[in-house]
T-cell receptor, first 115, second 117 residues
Framework: DTAVSQTPKYLVTQMGNDKSIKCEQN?????MYWYKQDSKKFLKIMFS???????INETVPNRFSPKSPDKAHLNLHINSLELGDSAVYFC??????????????FGPGTRLLVL | AQKITQTQPGMFVQEKEAVTLDCTYD???????LFWYKQPSSGEMIFLIY??????QNATEGRYSLNFQKARKSANLVISASQLGDSAMYFC??????????????FGTGTRLLVSP
C-alpha cells in the first residue's frame, strides 16, 4: 500500500482555471505538508498542517488554499492558475516529534503545467 | 543567506566505487535534524538517512552513511559501492523549528549523481 498518495499525477490546464490536488497518507502521521519544486528542482515548503490545523503558511499567494478535512488528508486548491504556477507539487507527512520521528515522507508528486 | 549549501551540482562515479556528496548547513538552533533524500528521474522523493544534532554517532543505513561534523556544520552523504540505480538527484535538508507542526524542511539545491558502468 502506498504510504503517501497524491492525485492526479499529471495536471495540464489553461491559465485562469481552478484546480485541486488531493493527498492522503496512511502512516498515522499527525502533520502534513505541501512543497513546491520549481523548474530548477528547488524545493520549498508552502504549507504545513498539524492535526487539521494550519501551522505554516510560507508567503504563498492567497490563490492557493489548502484544506485538511482530517489528519490523513490534505488537499490543495489553486484558483486563477498562472503560468508561474507550473511546477511539481509534493505532499509529505510526518510525526511531530523529534529524534528522527519528524522524518517527512513524500508523495509521488503532481506535475502541474499551466498553458 | 543559504541555510543548506550543496556545492556540487554534478558528480560522476564508477560503479562499485564510493562517493561523497557534500552538504553544509547554517543554523543557530542547538536542536536540528539533517536529512538526505534521493530523487530519481521518475521524480519521487525517497528518504535515505537522518542525523539528529545531538546524535553522538554518524548515522548509517545500508550503503548510506552520513559524515556528520558538527563543528564544521557539515553533513556529507557517503554512498559505498555505487550501483547504476544510484544515479539520481540527491538533496540535503535541514529540519527547522522545534514546536509541534512548525518543523519544516529547508532544502539544498541538490547534487546530480551519475554512476557509470
Amino acid at each position: 500500500d502506498t504510504a503517501v498518495s497524491q492525485t492526479p499525477k499529471y495536471l495540464v490546464t489553461q491559465m485562469g482555471n481552478d484546480k485541486s490536488i488531493k493527498c492522503e497518507q496512511n502512516l498515522g502521521h499527525d502533520t502534513m505538508y505541501w512543497y513546491k519544486q520549481d523548474s530548477k528542482k528547488f524545493l520549498k515548503i508552502m504549507f504545513s498542517y498539524n492535526n487539521k490545523e494550519l501551522i505554516i503558511n510560507e508567503t504563498v499567494p492567497n490563490r492557493f488554499s489548502p484544506k485538511s478535512p482530517d489528519k490523513a488528508h490534505l488537499n490543495l486548491h489553486i484558483n486563477s492558475l498562472e503560468l508561474g504556477d507550473s511546477a511539481v507539487y509534493f505532499c509529505a507527512s510526518s510525526h511531530s516529534g523529534g529524534g528522527g520521528q519528524e522524518t517527512q515522507y513524500f508523495g509521488p508528486g503532481t506535475r502541474l503545467l499551466v498553458l | 543567506a543559504q541555510k543548506i549549501t550543496q556545492t556540487q551540482p554534478g558528480m560522476f562515479v564508477q560503479e562499485k566505487e564510493a562517493v561523497t556528496l557534500d552538504c553544509t548547513y547554517d543554523t543557530s538552533d542547538p536542536s536540528y535534524g539533517l536529512f538526505w533524500y534521493k530523487q530519481p528521474s521518475s521524480g519521487e522523493m525517497i528518504f535515505l538517512i537522518y542525523q539528529g544534532s545531538y546524535d553522538q554517532q554518524n548515522a548509517t543505513e545500508g550503503r548510506y552513511s552520513l559524515n556528520f561534523q558538527k563543528a564544521r556544520k557539515s553533513a556529507n552523504l557517503v554512498i559505498s559501492a555505487s550501483q547504476l540505480g544510484d544515479s539520481a538527484m540527491y538533496f540535503c535538508a535541514m529540519r527547522e523549528g522545534r514546536s509541534t507542526g512548525f518543523q519544516k524542511l529547508v532544502f539544498g539545491t541538490g547534487t546530480r549523481l551519475l554512476v557509470s558502468p
